[in-house]
């Protein structure tokens, strides 16, 4: 590929909602593929790639809790659920004969590797892609927030967050046909308006780090490589 990227090491955040496909609850395989396929090409391109993805599509903490379940608890079946979804990944970019590695926050020997910051940087340098796993390995915390402190420790130069629509709007664009995208916006506005980027935590460690947050539609086929590419439409926090 002798395209040009924009960046040399990117982090794709991905909730655990885009890979269940049209079903309501899971993994659906085709959508995995689709998405592994997406993080080929960028790969293809030189890219360094780095993933967090949620793990929503199987258990969230917060509905957990909801049920009367101890916050805590229901917050590591979360985390559980991002490995499993990490391991759908790692099968599915194996399948296209991409190295990855799974690196979870929370230590599992047998099924992943735990989180070591050196090691990770030099899988990345390898041009193994590293999806991180666990969340922060803490409750009380999101993939979203584990999504900026990954990319910040392994000094990213972006966080590609991949979502249903092709950026930041005013209001939904799926309910209201006059909604308006944002070209670029910076992090205190995101905050203020409560636009639905990410946590405000997120929001704020991105802010504080200095870390470009890029939203674009995950659905739009070759997106996210063209969007490297220097093509495309997405929204910028800055
Ligand atoms: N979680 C957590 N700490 C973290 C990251 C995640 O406790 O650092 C738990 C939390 O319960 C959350 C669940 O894991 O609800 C799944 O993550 P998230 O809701 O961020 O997934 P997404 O919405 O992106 O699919």
Redesign the pocket.
């Known amino acids: 590929d002798q395209t040009h990227p924009r960046f040399k090491r990117v982090l794709l955040?991905?909730?655990?909602?885009?890979l269940m496909g049209d079903q309501g609850f899971g993994l659906h395989p085709p959508t995995v593929q689709r998405v592994a396929q997406e993080v080929k090409n960028v790969r293809d391109m030189g890219v360094e790639v780095c993933m967090?993805?949620?793990?929503?599509?199987?258990?969230?903490?917060?509905?957990?809790?909801a049920q009367g379940m101890e916050?805590?608890t229901?917050?590591?079946?979360?985390?559980?659920?991002?490995v499993m979804?990490a391991l759908a990944m790692q099968a599915a970019l194996e399948s296209l004969e991409v190295h990855s590695r799974v690196i979870s926050?929370i230590p599992m020997d047998q099924v992943c590797e735990p989180y070591i910051r050196r090691r990770a940087v030099r899988h990345l340098e390898k041009k193994r892609v590293c999806i991180f796993a666990?969340?922060?390995?803490?409750?009380?915390?999101?993939?979203?927030?584990?999504a900026t402190?990954r990319a910040s420790e392994m000094a990213c130069e972006a966080i590609f967050k991949g979502t249903k629509v092709d950026g930041v709007y005013d209001k939904d664009p799926k309910k209201f046909p006059d909604a308006k995208r944002y070209g670029d916006v910076t992090y205190d506005e995101v905050l203020q308006k409560h636009l639905g980027v990410m946590?405000a935590s997120a929001i704020a460690l991105a802010r504080d780090n200095h870390l470009p947050i890029i939203v674009f539609s995950l659905d739009e086929p070759g997106g996210f490589r063209g969007i490297l590419a220097g093509q495309g439409t997405f929204t910028r926090v800055h």
């Open positions: 955040k991905i909730s655990g909602e885009a967090v993805i949620g793990g929503g599509n199987i258990f969230r903490g917060l509905q957990g809790s916050r805590t229901a917050d590591y079946m979360g985390m559980l659920a991002t979804n926050a666990a969340g922060t390995g803490n409750p009380y915390f999101t993939t979203d927030t584990a402190l946590d």
